[in-house]
Structure formats: C-alpha cells, structure tokens
C-alpha cells in the first residue's frame, strides 16, 4: 500500500482529455496535480520533451600515457 495522496505531488505526463477527468478527484484527495503537456497538440509534446532532454554527452577519448 502507498498511502494517502495528501502532500504528494504527480507530475502527469498527459493531454487535457486524460488529465482533466482525474485531476479534481486527485486533488481532492490532497495531492498536487502537475500536468505540464496540458493543452498542448502532439507536436508540441515532442518539442516540450526535446526542450527538457539533457544535452548529449560527448564520449571522451582516452589518452595513452
């Protein structure tokens, strides 16, 4: 069992026709409702992901010594 929704916050990785059916009922229950892709078309996800996306990692070479 995870306990009680009160003081926790969900971050909801979902459009408004997901989010919005469940989220009073969330918060109702005491938790934070995060829903940062709310209202946003698919292209816009994909740039939201991108934007949050950490820069690439260069390998770094070896130097024999």
Request: charged share 20%.
């Amino acid at each position: 069992e995870l306990g009680g929704l009160k003081g926790r916050v969900l971050e909801v990785h979902a459009g408004s026709a997901y989010v919005d059916p469940i989220a009073s009922s969330l918060t109702d229950l005491g938790a934070t409702v995060l829903a940062p892709l709310r209202g946003l078309a698919l292209g816009q996800h994909l740039a939201w992901y991108a934007a949050q996306a950490p820069a690439p990692r260069t390998p770094r070479r070896r130097v024999r010594t």
